[in-house]
């Protein structure tokens, strides 16, 4: 069923960030958008002949948050690869309706899978990947139905599936960074006993 993932996902991290989270300035505004996000994920806004998900607005703009308020170094590049992975998500799902028998598993998680990866790697801190992935995603979205609004009318943008696609990534971008805090933190654990035997 699509879009379970996306409910599940955002409330259990509405649910970590209102009550496990520290007391800071940056966990009043994730919960807050967390909770308005979820609240307002079957609102639509009727552009042209286009339904555009409010929630894909709200993304889009957070991503563009990320990208301007935490990137002091705007280099050519990283747009380069914005627009990079937003080519990329549009293409694997033209292609998916081209030639969807290549497709074994689940398409959400092979284009969220696809993209974050690419993110992950090419991402120099944890919000630029945030950025590059949330920017891609909404950016290839919009691409996505604009080619297919050629041919059809009434289209929604920012289905239940693209939904899915966003947290699901996201996920992944969270557990890779917290895996490499735990393999540093553990690195540190083991050299410490081994410089006191030196010394």
Request: with cysteine; glycine share 6%.
């Amino acid at each position: 069923m699509e879009g379970i993932f996306y409910y599940w996902m955002m409330w259990i991290a509405w649910i970590i960030t209102t009550f496990f989270m520290k007391k800071q300035k940056i966990r009043i505004k994730l919960t807050i958008f967390l909770l308005v996000n979820i609240c307002i994920s079957e609102l639509y806004w009727v552009i042209g002949h286009f339904h555009v998900r409010i929630s894909l607005l709200l993304f889009l703009g957070l991503g563009y948050y990320l990208s301007v308020k935490k990137n002091n170094n705007k280099s050519l590049s990283y747009y380069l690869i914005i627009l990079t992975l937003t080519f990329a998500y549009a293409s694997i799902l033209l292609f998916h309706i081209y030639d969807p028998v290549w497709f074994l598993f689940d398409y959400r998680l092979i284009v969220s899978i696809t993209v974050s990866v690419l993110a992950i790697y090419l991402g120099k801190h944890i919000v630029q990947k945030y950025a590059m992935y949330i920017l891609a995603v909404c950016q290839g979205e919009l691409i996505y139905w604009f080619i297919l609004g050629k041919f059809h009318s009434g289209l929604i943008i920012g289905t239940a599936a693209f939904l899915d696609m966003v947290v699901i990534g996201c996920v992944i971008i969270y557990l890779w960074t917290t895996f490499q805090q735990f393999i540093v933190s553990l690195e540190q654990t083991l050299e410490k006993p081994a410089k006191e035997k030196q010394g």
